[in-house]
């Protein structure tokens, strides 16, 4: 990249989301069957799953931003819209 002048111009996510969706969703639900809370679309909680399995291995922790999808006033409350920080090449 630095070869081609791009450098701090390319970027990827610091993980899969498609595994940080179905291992950090797996720990989610195991959570909220066992009671650790009780409502079934807790933000805070998808948001802290994710961070966790983000963060795994890093030596800082990863960003995850969590929001239900918003369009036209309407609130999509189980339609979650995903942001996690990036790495920079």
Request: with cysteine; charged share 25%.
């Amino acid at each position: 990249m630095a070869d081609k002048g791009m450098t701090g111009r390319m970027s990827t996510w610091p993980v899969p989301c498609s595994m940080m969706f179905i291992e950090a969703g797996t720990e989610y639900s195991l959570a909220w069957i066992n009671g650790e809370f009780t409502e079934k679309m807790n933000l805070e909680m998808v948001k802290k799953y994710f961070s966790e399995y983000a963060s795994k291995g890093s030596e800082e922790e990863i960003n995850v931003q969590v929001t239900e999808l918003e369009e036209s006033g309407v609130t999509y409350k189980n339609y979650l819209m995903i942001l996690l920080d990036y790495l920079n090449f």
